[in-house]
C-alpha cells in the first residue's frame, strides 16, 4: 500500500506536463494583453490622424 501511494506521489510529482501548460498559457495570456494594448493604442492613434486629415480636406 505504501508503495502504491509512494508511486503515485513521485509520478503526480515527477510528471511536468502539466506545469508546461500551464506556462503556456500564462505566456500566451501575456502576448494577448500586450498585442490589444498596442493595437488599442494605435487605434486610437490612427483615428486621430484620419481626422486630422478629414479637417484639413473639409477646409
Known amino acids: 500500500m505504501r508503495r ?3 508511486e503515485a506521489l513521485a ?3 515527477g510528471d511536468e506536463h ?3 501548460t500551464a506556462e503556456y498559457a500564462l ?3 501575456l502576448v494577448v494583453v ?4 498596442t493595437l488599442t493604442s494605435l ?3 490612427l483615428q486621430s ?6 479637417a484639413e480636406l473639409n477646409g
Do not use: D, N
Open 49 to 54: 490622424k484620419i481626422e486630422s486629415i478629414i
Open 27 to 29: 505566456l500566451l495570456t
Open 34 to 37: 500586450v498585442l490589444i494594448s
Open 43 to 45: 487605434g486610437s492613434a
Open 4 to 6: 502504491a501511494i509512494r
Open 11 to 13: 509520478r503526480f510529482f
Open 18 to 20: 502539466g506545469a508546461a
